[in-house]
């Protein structure tokens, strides 16, 4: 099976005001239409939700850092402490049009329970998480036999937040799951680029070090 790379316009977002942007964050911000409601959740120290505010996109975040928290609303975003695992349950139903969980789906310890919650909350979901199946990964595991590490997972393994791993058929094979309808898919290669030709999910699996979804709910679920 094999997904078609979508193009990638900036949408909206100026050459140099992209500059100062994570490339990632930049292709999550083109999935999103201006002027939706948004809920970052994990939202860290409010980075994306600056670049969905130049976007007209009226943005809110939770983050379990306290400190995290203090960063954002020191910026003047709208940001509130909380857990992704438990307080994702208070929110209502459609509240938002779409719900973003980017870098954070592996740091929570229900991530299938997450994941549905997300698209419980809002119409749309747009996830991303570093793909464990890349080939430096299984690399690092076969020759050196230890925990794999990398820019993108600099922790040690008893030093790190990341408890539930994840690669790319692993997220796929997920969404088959629990009814979720893949409407974009991006993999992102070591230099945050996106993979700019149709390849077989094993491909994306072995080479993207980063996987970036737009989901929608199923038919049962709409």
């Not at 099976?1 to 900036?10: A, D, F, H, I, R």
């Not at 919650?117 to 119409?123: E, K, N, S």
């Amino acid at each position: 099976m094999s997904v078609e790379q979508p193009s990638l316009p900036l949408n909206g977002v100026a050459p140099r005001a992209a500059d100062r942007y994570r490339s990632d964050h930049l292709l999550l911000a083109g999935m999103i239409e201006s002027g939706s409601r948004v809920l970052d959740v994990g939202c860290g120290d409010g980075d994306l939700l600056q670049l969905l505010e130049t976007r007209g996109i009226d943005g809110r975040g939770i983050e379990l850092s306290r400190e995290g928290v203090n960063r954002c609303v020191a910026k003047g975003l709208a940001v509130v402490q909380g857990d992704a695992d438990t307080d994702l349950a208070n929110y209502p139903d459609d509240a938002f049009d779409y719900v973003i969980l980017s870098q954070t789906l592996q740091a929570t310890r229900q991530p299938k329970t997450v994941l549905e919650h997300l698209l419980r909350i809002g119409r749309r979901a747009v996830v991303s998480f570093p793909n464990f199946g890349h080939w430096k990964m299984r690399v690092q595991l076969l020759i050196g036999g230890h925990m794999p590490r990398t820019d993108n997972l600099p922790a040690t393994w008893y030093d790190t937040p990341n408890i539930h791993f994840c690669t790319i058929k692993d997220f796929v094979q997920l969404c088959d799951e629990i009814n979720v309808k893949m409407e974009r898919a991006v993999a992102l290669n070591l230099y945050g680029r996106p993979l700019r030709f149709n390849a077989p999910w094993w491909f994306w699996n072995m080479f993207g070090e980063q996987g970036v979804f737009l989901l929608s709910r199923g038919e049962e679920g709409r």
